[in-house]
Nanobody, 122 residues
Framework: QVQLVESGGGLVQAGGSLRLTCAASTRTFSSYTMGWFRQAPRKEREFVAAISWGGGRTDYADSVKGRFTISRDNAKNTVYLQMNSLKPDDTAVYYC???????????????WGQGTQVTVSS
């Protein structure tokens, strides 16, 4: 029922910034926890960040704390991931996800976008 479309990925040099956008095609967007996950080449999918219904609670993976910021605009059915001080290790396909619970595990999310590629060069 929920369709998620990511955008904003691309190629950036180390130390640069990108802002990812996830647009949701649902009138019940505000009732979902929204999360960002990523999957690097030949590696397992990992949690990046999550934000609660009203945006008052956020959570981040240790590897991105202090560098990434998740936010949402429920009026626009949109969630963002601001990524600063990017490192080559941040290179991955980034996925937006929606779920009914606030968690760090992929199986706790019910809907997923198609992903957007982020490549950070040295």
């Amino acid at each position: 029922q929920v369709q998620l479309v990511e955008s904003g990925g691309g190629l950036v040099q180390a130390g640069g910034s990108l802002r990812l956008t996830c647009a949701a095609s649902t009138r019940t967007f505000s009732s979902y926890t929204m999360g960002w996950f990523r999957q690097a080449p030949r590696k397992e999918r990992e949690f990046v960040a999550a934000i609660s219904w009203g945006g008052g609670r956020t959570d981040y993976a240790d590897s991105v704390k202090g560098r990434f910021t998740i936010s949402r605009d429920n009026a626009k059915n949109t969630v963002y991931l601001q990524m600063n001080s990017l490192k080559p290790d941040d290179t991955a396909v980034y996925y937006c996800a929606a779920g009914r619970l606030f968690g760090q595990n992929g199986y706790e999310y019910d809907y997923w976008g198609q992903g957007t590629q982020v490549t950070v060069s040295s």
